[in-house]
């Protein structure tokens, strides 16, 4: 089934649609290599995507954060292209990625898309640095904030526009690791992911990755938008002071390469894999369980652990009797975080980072 406003094929094979957004079937990762094919990877729109041509294509930056007396200052595709440019493999993950666990695996039912493990992926992302763009628009010493909008079209939610979607970056973040991605996997930026040119904003919840990038505000005082007032932080009862700050950093995950409810045969071994990641601290280790987390055993990582991508891990399984099994893996990163147990309830469900129970049959 197509999706409402997204352009490529969404072969119900690799995904499963949701809304206006399409969602990757995180076990037919297990024949993807450390990066995620383009044609696999998710798709989350607020409206729909936008057919924009990379020749009409500028770019807007202003604001009173740019020094001198100067408005706004225009850069163009080609301009943007003429700058140093640099390649990163980087995990875009949805803050709300894992949402339908609260409900399935703790009894929280919470608000929003509801993904289980797709809503990541990671790609090569090839452009230039958000930090050579600012300073060629002269960003000034004091500025705090920068607002990247997107070109698709106003965010209309219970009767109320919103706007174009935007959301505020700390200067400190935007002029770290941040690219302006004109390629993603070798290739001109397709339309769903933001053609011609999105922000990739390593670690950070996938919305600070806006797409169809239009202008950017830069401001000598704090920005904030819906997108980081309303949604995109946490709010219920453990965040009483009415909400928590923006998100900002995603968490760590880890998960099978395997259907929900997959089928597997007694008496032999399986070759389980699965995918771990954190956007903490590079990972460390990546545990097994098949007896609801009272032994654990330790998975073989097949990728040399380094922050902001994936690594790949297997163990091997003999279920010796028939029925119902659920399996568990947890990382740890090597700042120490872990998955724990239960994830904090939120009631928008952004960052599940529990270890997730993974049904299955033995027969
Ligand atoms: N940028 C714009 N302009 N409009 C959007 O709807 N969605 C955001 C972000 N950037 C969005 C956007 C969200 S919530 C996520 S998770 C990522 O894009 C998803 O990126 P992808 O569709 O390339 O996977
Ligand atoms: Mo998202």
């Known amino acids: 089934d197509p999706a409402p406003g997204i352009v490529k094929p969404l072969p119900p094979a690799y995904f499963t649609v949701r809304g206006t957004n399409a969602e990757s079937r995180f076990e037919t ?17 607020h409206t729909s995507t936008p057919v924009l041509d990379a020749a009409d294509w500028r770019l807007t930056v202003w604001g009173d954060g740019l020094h001198g007396r100067r408005p706004s200052v225009r850069i163009g595709y080609g301009q943007l292209r003429d700058l140093p440019a640099v390649t990163r493999t980087a995990l875009i993950e949805c803050a709300g990625n894992g949402r339908s666990l609260y409900a399935t695996q703790q009894g929280e039912p919470v608000s929003g898309t509801p993904w289980t493990l797709g809503a990541v992926g990671a790609a090569h992302w090839r452009g230039a640095r958000l930090s050579d763009v600012l300073r060629l628009a002269g960003i000034a010493a004091d500025a705090v904030a920068v607002q990247p909008r997107g070109l698709d079209a106003p965010y209309v939610t219970g009767g109320a526009d919103l706007g174009h979607v935007r959301r505020p970056l700390p200067v400190a973040k935007a002029l770290d690791d941040v690219i302006l991605a004109y390629e993603m996997n070798g290739e001109p930026l397709p339309y769903d992911h933001g053609h011609p040119v999105r922000l990739v904003v390593p670690n950070w919840v996938g919305v600070a990755s806006v797409k169809w990038l239009g202008d950017i505000e830069v401001s000598r005082s704090p920005l904030s938008s819906p997108w980081s007032t309303d949604y995109y932080r946490f709010f219920g009862e453990a965040y009483p002071a009415g909400g928590s700050a923006p998100l900002g950093p995603q968490t760590l995950k880890s998960a099978y390469e395997l259907p929900f409810g997959a089928t597997l045969e007694a008496g032999r071994p399986h070759h389980l894999t699965g995918r771990a990641w954190s956007a903490l601290a590079p990972v460390r280790a990546v545990e097994v369980s098949a007896d609801g987390g009272a032994a654990w055993h330790p998975a073989r990582l097949l990728d040399r652990p380094r922050s902001g991508g994936w690594v790949r891990w297997t163990a091997s399984w ?10 568990l893996s947890r990382v740890t990163d090597t700042a120490g975080n872990v998955q724990p147990e239960r994830a904090v309830h939120n009631t928008q469900g952004y960052l599940f980072n529990a270890v997730v129970r993974h049904p299955v049959t033995v027969e």
């Open 29 to 45: 990762f297990r024949d993807t290599g450390r990066v995620t094919p383009t044609d696999r990877f998710f798709v989350r729109n």
């Open 318 to 327: 003999r279920p010796a009797a028939a029925g119902p099994a659920t399996l």
